[in-house]
T-cell receptor, first 111, second 116 residues
Framework: KQEVTQIPAALSVPEGENLVLNCSFT??????LQWFRQDPGKGLTSLLL?????REQTSGRLNASLDKSSGRSTLYIAASQPGDSATYLC??????????FGKGTRLSVIA | GAVVSQHPSRVICKSGTSVKIECRSL??????MFWYRQFPKQSLMLMAT?????????EQGVEKDKFLINHASLTLSTLTVTSAHPEDSSFYIC????????????FGPGTRLTVL
């Protein structure tokens, strides 16, 4: 059974810092991995989707990497801003199962 | 990206009543829709997978007679919480894609259900 773990559970940084969020999964046989952002009381916003054949994806200040063999992904946020404060969720799709989510990392960027 | 809507965004009801939540794909045909539940400070837990024109597949521990799912068209799936109780209070989120698993899913904004 696929399990997804995100570390750290919470993170607080000053504005302008670069930061890395970590995601690990137990079954490396995945189709893809997605990073989402969730604001309090809101739905999910898809940030980046990495297919199993890809090593990384970039969108603006965000860069996500995937090391399928080791079951790890990282989300790198450059030059963090207070507007980046949210919960970041990692989810993987594998086999015939729908997305399996981690518990998320709550990020606070302090102005 | 594709847009998925949910209605209502928030509902408060008395214990014992039934509540229907709609999930719509606005600009694509969703062969498959997924329903998730999220308790405070917890991650999303899949409740069921809904395929257009067939019965939903429920995850272990989810009562199919309590959480009725109908996916009657390629753009609409509904989740009905029957005889709701306070422990059903949660954030319900749907997602949709154009076909099966392994394809990018697009999420609705969620519905906050509070059962008094």
């Amino acid at each position: 059974k696929q399990e997804v773990t995100q570390i750290p559970a919470a993170l607080s940084v000053p504005e302008g810092e670069n930061l890395v969020l970590n995601c690990s999964f137990t079954d490396s046989a995945i189709y893809n991995l997605q990073w989402f952002r969730q604001d309090p009381g809101k739905g999910l916003t898809s940030l980046l989707l990495i297919q199993s054949s890809q090593r990384e994806q970039t969108s603006g200040r965000l860069n996500a990497s995937l090391d399928k063999s080791s079951g790890r992904s990282t989300l790198y946020i450059a030059a963090s801003q207070p507007g980046d404060s949210a919960t970041y969720l990692c989810a993987v799709s594998s086999g015939n199962t729908p997305l399996v989510f981690g518990k998320g990392t709550r990020l606070s960027v302090i102005a | 990206g594709a847009v998925v809507s949910q209605h209502p965004s928030r509902v408060i009801c008395k214990s014992g009543t039934s509540v229907k939540i709609e999930c719509r794909s606005l600009d694509f045909q969703a062969t498959t829709m997924f329903w998730y539940r999220q308790f405070p400070k917890q991650s999303l837990m899949l409740m069921a997978t809904s395929n257009e024109g067939s019965k939903a597949t429920y995850e272990q521990g989810v009562e199919k007679d309590k959480f009725l799912i109908n996916h009657a068209s390629l753009t609409l799936s509904t989740l009905t919480v029957t005889s709701a109780h306070p422990e059903d209070s949660s954030f319900y989120i749907c997602s949709a894609n154009e076909g099966g698993v392994g394809i990018e899913q697009f999420f609705g904004p969620g519905t906050r259900l509070t059962v008094l």
